[in-house]
């Protein structure tokens, strides 16, 4: 390391997306990337995320839904997901923009009607809205805080997939 | 508990499953659900995601992207989220159509164009594709899993927040 952390504005190594800033420039196919996760079952509705040499995300359903409540359920991570992204995003962005972020969370909610994912009505089994409450402390200028505010939503890579139809293929094999 | 777990085809608890489908039948309005998460940032491109009274969901970046490279990063989550809600959906279903699973997995991919997230250009930040390799062993007949494969991909809660663009708003707060 070439510089210790407090010298990094919001702790952010701010160089090394500037290096891939960088060689997306030299060239732009690097931008191309490709991210995975493997699911495996657990009996009943339990299952397991392993993501690269992580610690796997369990899942699991409420009691209510038929499950064990030994973890979030796929929707409340789904949630998850876009929180975390939102976090990334106002640190990068507020950190390229100079100011310095004291305090961040973010509060998320989605409504869901369950009566198509129970087979008791076709329809839109998803998520039908989604909120989230930013609580961003800085001593930064309002206005500075609310065009950071429109940037990060207009470059949220999981807020973009959830407002967005996304192509998704479902392929089975049996063997 | 009335029965072991012996007695559950595929350790589905599906007398609860029953129950909150009479109780929608009585009362429509319990299909209306909110589901919720808490995300909090931990400097650098580190947040984590609280849910109920889980263990946090935690949340960086690789180092290509900024991050310390301590846990997956949003968009994986967001693959794990819709591979747990794909085996929550087989297990269900199979469960509903008395069909044994012996072994599930489900292998994901999403492909993603760095560049608007980067702020290189405009345009949509999300995945762009998403693939799911399904694996499932049953001893049941080919045309009963083909049957069991579309039910769960069109009653997807994950599946169907992906493919429909999905109103999502952003509320800033600076105290």
């Known amino acids: 390391m070439t510089h210790t952390l407090t010298t ?17 420039g030299a060239d732009p196919d690097c931008a191309s990337t490709t991210w995975r996760a493997e699911v495996t079952w657990k009996r009943a509705f339990r299952s397991e995320a392993s993501i690269r040499e992580f610690a796997p995300i369990p899942s699991d359903e409420p ?3 038929g499950g064990d409540d030994t973890a979030p359920n796929p929707v409340e991570q789904l949630l998850a997901a876009f929180g975390n992204c939102l ?17 961040l969370s973010i509060a998320l909610e989605g ?7 129970l087979g008791l009505k076709a329809g839109h089994a998803g998520f039908h809205d989604i909120r989230a409450a930013v609580r961003l402390v800085s001593d930064a200028a309002d206005a500075e805080i609310e ?8 470059t949220s890579p999981v807020g973009h997939t959830l407002q967005a139809a996304v192509p998704v293929n479902v392929h089975l094999a049996t063997k």
Do not use: K, M
């Open 8 to 24: 990094r504005l919001n702790d952010v190594d701010i160089e090394a997306v500037g290096a891939l800033i960088g060689a997306i």
């Open 87 to 103: 976090a990334v995003g106002y640190a990068a962005l507020a950190t390229a923009s100079d100011i310095a972020i004291h305090e």
């Open 63 to 65: 009691p209510a839904l």
């Open 111 to 117: 409504d869901l009607d369950l009566h198509p994912f």
């Open 147 to 154: 065009e950071l505010h429109d940037r990060v939503t207009t």
